[in-house]
């Protein structure tokens, strides 16, 4: 088989972690290939609860520095994805937990050092983590803590009348597997190539240079690479990659954590979060998602076999239906959920007796025995994705001299080019050059599509200018759109990952879009040949 082409390097992994480290790496003059053995952001990367946040609990596991790079990078992304991302306040309801109040000294010290052992956390202790939350990252944009009556403000309303005050801070929502495919975008914008449904067979050292060999999943033809330098982004499957593509002995290892989610009808009419607490500890989000429903989550569960695709149990659906019941006027059950999903968490193995403790900060080892280096990534959260590919560069640096410096914060992602408060004036833009669409058409567009949307929409005049309707305002022309230059392939690829209509679409409606995507790809080979 013969070698095509050398270079930098090369990527294995399509989420968010291998899409950000190579639109940086291309970004600073190297040369870059990424393959991604199924569609991009398939695993842990469109599982996630959506959120660019600071993690608030986990300043009691004394994680300071994550939390501060955190909070860091939520304005920081902000602005740099203003369609995708954007600002949302989260109510965190309080009533005093009696277990605190008729304990024994030393258990209520116990409690209070280290609430996360049992029960929930006492009110100075909440003041005292959001004042760090609100001052640890150099806030600008986002508003500060405030003090809720929940007697009065509509938040109150949903929840049970046991609740009187609640305390308000601000994170931000992103449409996480939107953000791999822009990062993927951008990257072979400037030069990656970046080739989805392609495995990594193999690779294999062969002195100062990786050989790479890859096989395409759907045609089975096979290709080689050369590569100066090899990433191991591959998520879930990182410790795989290293045993048995690599073939390297490692002593590092991954803990597989399941983290499940609930979708239901819209539980509340406001548009805020809710951040609940536990009696075991734990916590759960509450949050208003695509319009008409409302997402919660998620679990923390150790999942043994990344062969084994992660789906939220029965067990697991329950637990967050009784939380949620805890604080709701609503009983919910298994009648209110209408979708599931469920992500495995690759974090780095630091010997935590719990899922829920161990650390979801990122390591980065770099192996150079026998020859070209590789760097393995390990663990790292959504929020952190931009400032884990600098880290990733600085590792990388030291085997290309000429690097660049860094360059990617505040960079906008395509579509992203324009201020943080202009998604109104962009939809209402839309909507005067384009009179049939809907309020809700025109808002899902911009907060996918930003600045591109009329792009997509072009000098459609009508509706049918469009082409074939699928349902629920997707339309041929939109399709077309993610096909050429989003890497879409499959109905699951745009109704799960580069949109969520599966929620609106009926299994008929998504076989005929899955029978057309399949026609139209077909099409599209054989012009090529």
């Not at 007697?151 to 949903?158: E, F, H, M, Q, S």
């Not at 659906?317 to 979708?339: I, T």
Request: contains cysteine; charged residues 25%; negative net charge.
């Amino acid at each position: 088989m013969e070698t095509t082409r050398t270079v930098d390097l090369f990527v294995i992994g399509g989420g968010i972690n291998g899409c950000g480290i190579a639109r940086d790496a291309v970004g600073r003059g190297l040369s870059v290939a990424l393959a991604e053995m199924n569609d991009l952001a398939s695993a842990t990367s469109s599982a996630s609860t959506k959120l660019f946040h600071g993690g608030l609990r986990y300043l009691e596991y004394f994680e300071f520095h994550l939390v501060r790079e955190s909070l860091r990078e939520r304005e920081t992304l902000l602005q740099a994805m203003p369609h995708i991302s954007w600002p949302m306040r989260f109510v965190l309801p309080y009533h005093q937990d009696m277990r605190f109040e008729n304990a024994t000294p030393t258990s209520k010290l116990l409690n209070t050092v280290m609430p996360w052992m049992k029960g929930r956390r006492p009110a100075w202790l909440i003041r005292l983590g959001l004042f760090l939350y609100d001052n640890l990252g150099g806030r600008k944009i986002l508003p500060g803590t405030t003090t809720v009556d929940l007697t009065k403000d509509p938040a109150g309303i949903p929840l049970k009348d046991k609740f009187k005050r609640a305390y308000e801070y601000s994170d931000c929502w992103i449409e996480d597997s939107r953000l791999v495919v822009l990062n993927a975008r951008d990257a072979e914008a400037r030069g990656a190539d970046v080739m989805t449904r392609t495995k990594v067979v193999s690779a294999t050292r062969e002195a100062d240079l990786w050989r790479v060999t890859l096989r395409d999943t759907d045609t089975g033809a096979e290709q080689v690479l050369m590569a100066k330098m090899l990433v191991n982004a591959g998520g879930p499957w990182v410790r795989d990659v290293i045993q048995n593509t690599v073939r390297i002995n490692s002593t590092e290892g991954v803990r597989l954590v399941r983290g499940s989610h609930i979708v239901t009808r819209k539980l509340f009419d406001h548009g805020k979060c809710y951040f609940f607490q536990g009696e075991d500890g734990r916590i759960i989000f509450a949050i208003p998602y695509e319009t008409d429903f409302t997402l919660i989550g998620t679990t923390d569960q150790e999942h043994g076999d990344v062969a084994v695709k992660p789906t939220a149990t029965e067990a697991e659906q329950d637990y967050l239906l009784n939380f949620a019941s805890n604080y709701f006027k609503q009983d919910l059950s298994r009648d209110d959920v209408v979708w599931t999903y469920s992500g495995v968490r690759p974090l780095y193995d630091d010997g935590a007796k719990s899922a829920t403790a161990a650390t979801r900060d990122y390591v980065l080892s770099v192996d150079t025995a026998g020859g070209a280096p590789l760097l393995n990534v390990f663990g790292g959260k959504i929020t952190t994705y931009r400032r884990l590919a600098e880290s990733a560069m600085e590792k990388i640096g030291a085997f290309f001299p000429d690097l660049k410096g860094p360059w990617t914060a505040g960079v906008p992602l395509p579509g992203g080019d324009f201020p943080v408060n202009d998604v109104l004036r962009l939809v209402g833009e839309l909507k005067i050059a384009h009179p049939y669409l809907s309020d809700f058409w025109a808002i899902r567009l911009v907060r996918a599509y930003g600045t591109e949307a009329a792009t997509i929409l072009g000098d459609a005049a009508t509706e049918s200018d469009l082409g074939q309707a699928f349902g629920a305002t997707l339309t041929e022309r939109e399709i077309n759109w993610l096909m050429d230059h989003e890497y879409a392939r499959t109905a699951e690829d745009v109704v799960w990952r580069r949109s969520k209509l599966g929620l609106r679409l009926s299994p008929e409606q998504i076989k005929t879009l899955n029978d057309w995507m399949a026609d139209a790809g077909q099409a599209r080979r054989d012009a090529a040949e």
